[in-house]
């Protein structure tokens, strides 16, 4: 991700100065939007599920590093990285890259895996249905595989493998790459706890997406992600202080106390040990997880995904004895989908809108906080339908429907019902981003052209060009329009062309439930909301 776009403001000691979240009540002012015009929209165009699907889960095939396997889809890719981790001592070669450039962020990364484990939870047997389940495990295990790797001994993480500042003075494909590998890590006298405990939720979560088919690996991600959560929970710190190249990428502005929330919730589940609860239920207050009320979940700011799991917990009778808290996550959690519903008293707590009716929170890659809600939304919907609850927001009482109706508003806009009449998900549709902000997708393919091309020569001959990327990003979900729906196809704008994996994690268990509604003729229900 280019550099401009992660230099943020940090978080005062008493949260009162954040442009991302605040106590109680946020500082996103809503525009003018008309939610019916969404489902009217949405029901007008009808779009192909399956085929978007399949094309999400082949994009983090184009972001692969390292050694690419026999059955690799994406031909234009070659192998990469292969000298990660040679110069520290440690067998770093693997993972993903972020984005449009080659640095390998351990944050955005795990967040990935765990949305990506999170979906196929939830999702399984839609996604098992539609003939992508096996692909959606490869590109989870290509995560946990790197995640194993770098996870060298109970006290270190490697955090980083590259990094931006000399990333992007070059414009290469990764196959050439020059730019330095240096790689960086976190461990006991340099804490990274924000880092430990995503990466702990991701090995956790994947651990139960494995549990059945590879009984052996579950474990060993388990094993890794109680080593991770200890370590991370043990030393405190936040991630950026110790690794400090990654400050203007991928600085860690809320913190990690939600990650360590989030990694207990998960550990939780992977392992039913009351152990787990137990600490999210009694740094529920001190760490935030009550006391945030959140409209944004990121790779960043992990309450609203604490609170939206603590909720489920709630209707078990098992966990009855924590009621009194989790409730109060119950409250937190409905506050986010009630902000994304428009359903807030104070508007000035409700998420903007485009004029198209798209949630709109910041210029800098706002689809990455559309696919999430989307995500957030959707199972909280099923949550809702199983209990035969509706959600009660300050302005009005809405159902599950009503709920699914406008996440799949949302998904279809990404898919093209939005007034640049533009898919933002790349390689889907007819009409999607051709100049997307990949060095890859945008230099001649290693494997047609081997002939070395250098830092200079890549913006001089590829990146300059006017014409369309060579290679196109199937299954990129871009940054996408501003905030009056309008959306410049230009590789040199990053802000809106560049695609990173963590945009398009959410939406793969999004479209299997989207795809199963349409098999059951089921979405004809939505459009009257």
């Known amino acids: 991700m280019e550099k401009k776009m992660m230099v943020k403001q940090q978080l005062n000691n008493n949260h009162q100065n954040t442009p991302r979240f605040a106590p109680h009540s946020t500082l996103l002012l809503f525009s003018a939007a008309v939610f019916a015009i969404l489902a009217t929209t949405a029901a007008a165009q009808p779009f192909d599920y399956a085929d978007a699907l399949t094309k999400s889960l082949l994009y983090f095939e184009s972001q692969r590093s390292g050694r690419l396997p026999y059955n690799q889809r994406v031909t234009w890719r070659d192998h990469s990285g292969l000298t990660d981790g040679l110069e520290q001592g440690v067998d770093l070669v693997g993972g993903y890259y972020d984005a449009g450039d080659h640095v390998k962020f351990g944050l955005p990364m795990a967040f990935t895996v765990t949305m990506l484990s999170w979906g196929i939870i939830e999702f399984h047997d839609e996604i098992a249905i539609a003939g992508e389940l096996e692909h959606a495990l490869e590109a ?3 995560g946990t595989d790197y995640f194993i790797k770098a996870h060298t001994s109970p006290n270190v993480l490697w955090a980083e493998v590259g990094d931006g500042d000399t990333d992007h003075y070059c414009w290469q ?9 240096q790689a960086y890590k976190i461990d006991q006298s340099n804490p990274g706890s924000d880092l430990a405990g995503e990466t702990a939720a991701a090995m956790a979560a994947a651990s139960i997406v494995f549990k059945k088919t590879n009984t052996h690996y579950s474990h060993l991600l388990l094993h890794h992600a109680q080593e991770l959560f200890e370590f991370g929970d043990k030393y405190r710190g936040k991630y950026d202080g110790s690794v400090a190249v990654v400050k203007n990428y991928y600085a860690s502005v809320s913190g990690y106390m939600d990650e360590l929330l989030w990694a207990a919730l998960w550990l939780y589940e992977a392992t039913d040990k009351e152990e787990y609860l137990k600490y999210v239920v009694n740094n529920a207050d001190a760490f935030g997880g009550i006391g945030w009320a959140i409209t944004e979940f990121s790779w960043d700011v ?4 604490v609170q939206i799991m603590a909720s489920k917990l709630l209707e078990k009778e098992k966990h009855k004895q924590h009621a009194h808290i989790l409730k109060q996550h119950r409250s937190k959690a409905e506050y986010y989908l009630c902000s994304c519903l428009n359903k807030n008293n104070d508007t000035t707590t409700n998420i903007d809108r485009t004029p198209g009716g798209l949630l ?5 890659n706002n689809m990455q906080y559309v696919t999430t809600a989307a995500f957030l939304l959707t199972i909280y919907s099923e949550f809702l339908q199983d209990l035969n609850q509706n959600l009660r927001c300050p302005a009005g009482t809405v159902d599950h429907e009503e709920i699914l109706s406008f996440a799949k508003s949302q998904v279809d806009y990404v898919l093209g019902s939005n007034p640049m009449n533009m898919s ?6 007819s009409k999607y981003p051709t100049k997307v902000h990949h060095r890859g997708a945008s230099i001649v393919s290693y494997r047609e052209n081997k002939g070395f ?13 006017a014409e369309v990327n060579p290679n196109v990003l199937v299954g990129a979900v871009v940054g996408g329009p501003d905030s009056e729906d309008n959306f410049w196809d230009q590789r040199d704008n990053y802000m809106q062309t ?5 945009n398009t994690a959410p939406l793969v268990g999004v479209l299997a439930k989207l795809l199963q509604l349409e098999e059951n003729h089921e979405l004809e229900l939505l459009a009257s909301y």
């Open 453 to 465: 091309i250098g830092c200079t020569q890549g913006y001089d001959h590829w990146y300059n060009r």
């Open 140 to 142: 989870i295990k290509w």
């Open 424 to 429: 933002y998900l790349v390689g889907y549709g």
């Open 498 to 502: 560049e695609a990173c994996t963590y």
């Open 173 to 181: 494909r990764p196959e050439d790459m020059t730019t330095s590998r």
């Open 302 to 305: 992990k309450y609203a995904g």
């Open 360 to 364: 709109y929170i910041r210029q800098w």
